[in-house]
């Protein structure tokens, strides 16, 4: 019964972190970040897409298969990194950086992948 | 304190100088590396070098596609290998867009020398790429040292002299570029910077199969920062980029492929990648729900994942998904290993474990400034010095490993002693400190002097020399001028040091010997290419040469021949044959070269001057690889004679008396000795009555170094080779008259 109990209000405690969190997140995070992180959620559907497909109808051809998915996780990766760099609370974290040099970083990365994904789809 | 120079300002005068110091250490590192070209000429060194040789010529001529899909039949006869996709292509994509960027503005210059001198040209770019690294973890002090350093160290010259046209050539300065990238982009959080560690690290992974230990590194990296808990965001956004890109870059490379996906050396990095996600999102949580325990949690939680993930690629190794490690790993953690299981990768002088003297001898002082380095690096130990640290414990282990990979420890080892000696000359050679001291005591001398003189009234005081300001300034002066003094010795000793190992151990090409008689007088001994020109004007284009692997690559650069294994060792099995052929009794070998397709068996000789590297030392190794496919009927104890010694002449064993090595080796070798004669490298007496009947001598050069034998054609009238030489008579035996 302890027990029980004891995992009750464990879950109630759990419950109610993440519903601080959500209202945190929802009263904290600007709508250019929230766009943001709209598109990394896209990113990651798009890439458990894939990575079903290949679960389920079997990983021929794999070039195509790993420049798909690689290219999910890649967009998600940069646009965290734009996140991140854009985000006004981490602004000291890195010295000399602007939104437009981290938005130029985005794009030069984005150049460089798609360049080798492109490639690598066959 | 603005002194103008040539109207220049101080910071105008220090980066001139540094422009002037970095040119004049690429003047150097190029200079000391042509002593090869001075002493014998512009030629392709040693074995790997002719391959890449011949492929990039091939390049050069056919175009990239043709290159790209490659099917040489002329190597490992009869089964042809897949030249395209089983090597890395980047040495020669490099040498030809040279030779052809040269040739676009009209300078006609040959592909041979664009080759024999491409290692020297990159390793400038070595210096210039170590001041960087250097003036990233210090300043620009120890960038200009550790340059310096790289630029005559002989752990890298022995890799990159002119004509040393080996993939380790362009492969350290990717090395060392790709490590100040990565740095560089971590210390400012950098995409862009990130990205350009992946350009240069899928550079270097078309360049060297040691972009492997890049791509462990940096995720171990990475890994001891997040255990240490420094995880910013500039780690995430600096790995993930490189990550993402290196990778998929990385599997461009066909002879790379998939393997980024399913085997162990890359999982590390993948498993790196996975945890700095949860890090990076846990950490991201952290700044919406503040809390003292976070951080406890985390390294909890980064902990529990490390064991997890590793116990998980364990487990998938050992379910063979993903793909176990790979032999030559393996005899990097124990050293036996090799030995036991895999003679062909023992085999190789230069996987042997490092002799001390070794480290002595490619590194001199360095090596001793290296703990000194780790010293002070764990002194201010910023992210970047966590880098360095590991990087020297790593290299320093794998070099102890394997004599090559003393090549991956000498940069890190130059960027450490710059550190070091940065460390110690910004002490010792401040002198402003010691100025003022100095006009401190001789201020307060006079003020002493005034004072005695009020005490003693007018006589002033007879003073010692010890008192004398003069004798104080240069007390004070002592300590700094004898370190200063010390270390300026021991950079000359440095210098000395590696020019000479450079003009004496590393600047031999090895295809071309160099001698000197007794008068002082100097010998080029030229034998092997005599070899290879007469079988490329003698014998028919299609004729199968064989030899052991070790002349694979020189017979198909230099004679153009085909050859049935070389230096590329893909297949244990058929060098495993070669072996069995050149160990068994002249019959068997007769029947297995006949059933090869073989014209010309060659061998490699140095009886008759006393050339140590010949197949005769080497026999004990193909015996021991073909012991190891065909295990019956082969026993290397065979081989030593009753007691129990590796004996060649007429006490020998009889399995070695017989083998077609020995044979070929000692054929009409005491006609030119004499009955007395004795074998140079071996030191004992020739072995008599040495006959040959399935094959015959096509050609034996100058010093008798390379002896070339037809495989005789089947007898016109069906009998046996022994029975028709028994029927012509002896036509050489015992028949010289001395």
């Known amino acids: ?122 | 304190m603005a002194y103008k120079v040539f109207g220049l300002t101080a910071s105008d005068q220090t980066s001139l100088l540094r422009i002037a110091i970095l040119g004049l250490i690429s003047i150097v590192a190029v200079g000391s590396r042509l002593y090869s070209v001075i002493r014998f000429e512009s030629v392709i060194h040693e074995f790997d070098p002719w391959f890449n040789y011949r492929t990039t010529r091939y390049l050069v001529d056919n175009g990239f596609d043709k290159f790209w899909n490659w099917f040489d039949e002329t190597a490992w006869y009869p089964l042809g290998r897949v030249v395209g996709g089983t090597l890395y292509p980047g040495i020669m994509v490099t040498s030809a867009t040279i030779y052809n960027a040269l040739h676009l503005v009209n300078i006609p210059v040959d592909i041979r020398n664009v080759c024999v001198f491409l290692a020297p040209a990159f390793s400038a770019l070595t210096a210039l790429a170590t001041y960087q690294l250097g003036k990233e973890v210090k300043n620009a002090t120890a960038g200009l040292l550790a340059a310096a350093f790289i630029g005559v160290a002989p752990g890298y010259i022995s890799r990159s002299v002119a004509g040393s046209y080996d993939n380790e050539g362009i492969a350290i300065f990717l090395l060392v570029f790709t490590f100040f990238l990565w740095l560089r982009s971590v210390r400012l959080g950098s995409a862009l910077y990130g990205a350009l560690t992946a350009i240069f690290y899928f550079y270097m992974v078309s360049a060297w199969g040691g972009y492997v230990f890049i791509i462990n590194l940096i995720p171990l990296h990475v890994f001891a920062l997040l255990v240490m808990g420094r995880y910013s965001n500039r780690l995430y956004v600096a790995y993930s980029t490189f990550y993402v890109i290196g990778t998929l870059a990385s599997m461009q490379i066909p002879f790379v492929g998939f393997q980024p996906t399913f085997t162990s050396e890359h999982m590390a990095a993948l498993g790196t990648f996975g945890l700095i996600q949860l890090v990076a999102f846990a950490s991201y949580v952290r700044t919406l729900v503040p809390s003292d325990q976070f951080r406890v949690l985390i390294r909890l939680s980064i902990l529990g994942l490390f064991v997890v993930g590793f116990g998980g690629l364990v487990l998938l190794t050992m379910t063979k998904v993903i793909a176990p490690w790979t032999g030559r790993f393996y005899s990097l953690w124990d050293t036996a290993y090799a030995k036991v299981h895999i003679p062909i990768i023992a085999s190789v002088s230069e996987h042997q474990p490092t002799a001390w003297p070794n480290f002595f001898f490619d590194l001199n002082m360095l090596i001793w400034l290296l703990p000194a380095g780790i010293y002070f690096s764990f002194r201010e130990l910023s992210d970047n010095h966590v880098f360095l640290i590991l990087y020297s414990l790593f290299a320093a282990y794998f070099a102890g490993v394997m004599v090559r990979l003393i090549l991956t420890l000498t940069p890190i080892v130059c960027v450490m002693a710059g550190v070091a000696m940065a460390n110690v000359f910004e002490i010792y050679l401040d002198f402003s400190k010691t100025k003022s001291k100095a006009e401190a005591v001789k201020a307060e001398d006079s003020v002493m002097e005034k004072k005695e003189r009020e005490i003693q009234g007018e006589l002033p005081a007879a003073k010692t020399i010890y008192e004398t300001a003069g004798f104080k300034r240069f007390y004070a002066l002592f300590p700094q001028i004898v370190v200063v003094a010390n270390f300026l010795y021991f950079l000359c000793m440095f210098q000395l040091h590696c020019s000479w190992i450079t003009s004496s151990a590393y600047s031999s090409p090895s295809v071309v010997l160099a001698s000197r008689g007794p008068d002082g007088s100097h010998h080029i001994i030229d034998d092997f290419r005599e070899a290879y020109y007469w079988l490329q004007m003698n014998t028919k284009p299609d004729a199968k040469v064989l030899s052991w692997w070790d002349y694979g690559y020189q017979l198909a650069g230099m004679a153009d021949r085909t050859t049935l294994v070389d230096n590329n060792t893909w297949n244990n099995t058929h060098i495993a044959t070669v072996g069995k052929i050149l160990a068994s009794d002249e019959d068997t070998a007769y029947e297995l070269a006949r059933h090869l397709d073989v014209d010309y068996v060659l061998v490699v000789f140095g009886g008759m001057l006393g050339y140590s590297g010949d197949d005769i030392n080497k026999f004990l190794w193909m015996i021991r690889i073909a012991q190891g496919v065909y295990p019956d009927g082969f026993k290397e104890e065979d081989f030593y004679n009753a007691a129990g010694e590796y004996a060649i002449g007429d006490t020998a064993s009889p399995t070695m008396r017989r083998s077609l090595m020995h044979k070929l080796c000692y054929y009409r070798f005491h006609e030119v000795m004499g009955p007395q004669g004795f074998d140079r490298v071996r030191k004992q007496k020739l072995p008599r009555d040495v006959t040959l009947d399935n094959f015959e001598e096509a050609y034996t050069t100058e010093n008798w170094m390379v002896r070339i034998y037809r495989v005789k054609d089947l007898d016109n009238y069906g009998r046996s080779h022994h029975a028709a030489s028994a029927f012509e008579g002896p036509r050489f035996k015992n028949d010289f008259v001395f």
Do not use: W
């Open chain 1, 1 to 122: 019964m302890a027990s029980q109990k004891q995992t009750q209000t464990q879950t109630d405690t759990q419950a109610v972190a993440l519903r601080s969190l959500a209202r945190r997140y929802t009263a904290q995070t600007p709508r250019r970040l929230r766009v943001i992180d709209a598109y990394m959620a896209f990113c990651v559907a798009v890439g458990v897409v894939q990575f079903v497909y290949c679960a389920a109808a079997g990983s021929f051809p794999y070039n195509a298969f790993l420049a798909g998915f690689g290219s999910a996780v890649a967009c998600f990766v940069f646009a965290a990194n734009l996140r991140m760099k854009t985000d006004p609370q981490n602004r000291q974290q890195f010295p000399g950086s602007s939104a437009e040099g981290a938005f130029g970083e985005f794009v030069f990365c984005h150049v460089v992948l798609h360049f080798v994904v492109a490639n690598f789809l066959g």
